[in-house]
């Protein structure tokens, strides 16, 4: 497997779990009273879009050449940590 390849792997792993976290983040959030429930989902609203913008940068990364691909990690690890910032303070918030 190249380095590119477990790299993809690796951030497509972490993706996930996230995603996975924050559909049971989601699930709390529909539990709480009304008016914390409509900022909870604005919220979630906030992260769903983080979310489809780092799998719309792992689509790029995958797609890229072997000689480019590396030049993009740095650009992906950008948008995951901004992802993990947000999901984390979210998390701390409910």
Known sequence: MTTK??????M?????????NMNKLEAKATEAKADARD???EEMRK????SKVAGAKLD????ASEDTWKTMTT???????????SF????SQV
């Open 5 to 10: 390849n477990v790299y993809i792997e690796k």
């Open 12 to 20: 497509k792993s972490q993706l996930d779990e996230l995603n996975a």
């Open 39 to 41: 900022a909870y989902l």
């Open 47 to 50: 992260l769903r879009h983080q």
């Open 60 to 63: 790029e990364l995958k797609a």
């Open 75 to 85: 650009e992906m690890e950008k948008v995951r940590e901004a992802f993990v910032h």
């Open 88 to 91: 984390n303070y979210f998390k």
